[in-house]
């Protein structure tokens, strides 16, 4: 991921950019929008790593049986 170097004059102009495009009462909704992606994106990415988890899990049980 690229990291982006955002001093506060940045972050400013683009907080009134969004506030101007849509509105203070549409931004609540945005926001909760952008949390609820969010965390679908954080449930995915964790189960995979839990099936990847498991999978080699079984994959090393498997080695130790023919041991």
Same mark, same amino acid.
């Given at each position: 991921m690229i990291l982006l170097n955002l001093g506060a004059p940045e972050i400013i102009l683009i907080v009134l950019a969004v $506030?101007? $495009?849509? @509105? @203070? !009462?549409?931004?609540?909704?945005?926001?909760? @929008? $952008?949390?609820k992606g969010v965390k679908e994106y !954080? #449930?995915? *990415? #964790?189960? *995979?790593?839990d099936e990847v988890k498991s999978a080699t899990d079984t994959g090393e049980e498997k080695k130790d049986d023919k041991a």
């Open positions: $506030l101007i $495009l849509f @509105g @203070g !009462k549409k931004i609540p909704e945005l926001m909760r @929008g $952008l949390g !954080k #449930n995915a *990415v #964790n189960s *995979v790593e």
